[in-house]
């Protein structure tokens, strides 16, 4: 039943939202409960590990695992943001969240979405200065440098987040409170305002486009200079070694960001609503989980940062 309130600031007349979630079949409910609570724990566990390894080993204090230290850190939040809330509505036959509650999922949606496209790019980026001129590495990947990279990510994501958001909140909701995803998403919600969805659709369009085509086009290019290099390298162990890590790197940001721009780079009456769904959990629980294991635990670094940090705690 729609909630009504009298005389709202905001224009909205909706005070609680019904998310539809994954699927309306009673008996996939308790298997997927299962299934996201295990990739969920996966991925608190596997990012608090990467954290706490980066923390206590000082071999680990470079660059790369600097940004590595703010993809876990990120990982860990973003996939926070929905997924408790996913496995609640699992169990429960109604599962609601209050419109000041859908707002704030939504802002933090997009601030660790967009900070993680920013993070990614800088990583390439690292990549590209290690590779292609290890010479000046020192130098084009100072702390300062460093630090200034992780700042404008986040800004970024700031205030891609603030646009979104705001541009929602100027928007009635009048006509339902159904929104048909397992979380505050921001196709969903235009298509149950009773208002103007122009400008939202157009913020979608600008900074949608902005936040992946950018880093899109900064990683592909830093790839591509990696991957000349790689081909002058002599040895065929080293070549292999290299293609093998560049490749791991493009499935991951093939999946986070092709995902993205399915559900973000297309007129929301075209989407199909069960693909979009599909598709944001590659994004919103997949990849947080594959981060770590992709980046960093197949790297012989972090291996050895574990094997010390265990012989110290019980050893």
Known sequence: MLSVRMGPVNGSFVTEFILVGLTDHP???LPLFYLFLTMYMFTVLE?????????LNSHLHTPMYFFLFNLSLIDLCYSSVFTPKMLIHFLLNKNIISYQGCMAQLYFFCFFAISECYVLTSMAYDRYVAICNPLLYNF????????????CSYLMAFSGAMAHTGCMLRLSFC????????FCDILPLLQLSCTSTYVNELMVFIVGGIDIFVPSLTIFVSYGFILCSILH???NEGRSKAFSTCS???VALSLFFGSGSFMYLQPSSAQSVNEGKIFSVFYTNVVPMM?????????????L????TLSRKFF
Not at 47 to 55: D, V
Not at 305 to 308: E, F, G, S, T
Request: aromatic content about 8%; glycine content about 6%.
């Open 27 to 29: 008996e996939l409910q």
């Open 47 to 55: 990012n608090l590990g990467l954290i706490t390894l980066i923390g």
């Open 140 to 151: 084009a990947m100072s702390p300062q440098v460093c630090f200034n990279l992780m700042f």
């Open 175 to 182: 006509d339902g409170n159904i929104i048909n995803h397992y």
């Open 233 to 235: 390298i002599s040895s």
């Open 248 to 250: 791991s790197h493009i």
């Open 291 to 303: 981060n770590p294991l992709i980046y960093s635990l197949r790297n012989k670094d972090v291996k």
């Open 305 to 308: 940062a574990l094997k010390k």
